[in-house]
């Protein structure tokens, strides 16, 4: 059973929008880092967004070079509901993402240990 639930991938034209949603379980609600990852076919994961609770309470991002500036990530503490806003999006975006989350802060290492299934964004020129 996924200890986190992904939605809002689907299709897309070339410069559009999506906005993924991720929803932990009880059992991981409140772990303070979490990040998304895609995964092309045949390739490893790659981490494209981290968000982490430094010690003074504030949340902090790290971006990979491949989405920044396209993509946002947050998070609404309240919904605890993580997100991931995707701008401009382009063809070499098409991939399955995941979220993950871990009470250790691997920044956009595959190393967390809270995986959901997945969704698949596709991105057509």
């Known amino acids: 059973q996924a200890q986190l639930v992904e939605s809002g991938g689907g299709s897309v034209q070339a410069g559009g929008s999506l906005r993924l949603s991720c929803i932990p379980s009880d059992y991981v609600a409140n772990v303070p880092c979490v990040a998304w990852f895609r995964q092309f076919p045949g390739k490893e994961r790659e981490g494209i967004a981290g968000i982490w609770r430094g010690g003074d309470l504030h949340d902090y991002t790290t971006y990979s070079d491949s989405v920044k500036g396209r993509f946002t990530i947050s998070r609404d503490n309240i919904k605890n509901t993580l997100y991931l806003q995707m701008n401009n999006l382009k063809p070499e975006d098409s991939a399955m993402y995941y979220c993950?989350?871990?009470?250790?802060?691997?920044?956009?290492?595959?190393?967390?240990?809270?995986w959901g299934q997945g969704t698949q964004v596709t991105v057509s020129s």
């Open positions: 993950a989350a871990s009470p250790i802060n691997w920044l956009l290492l595959p190393k967390y240990e809270h």
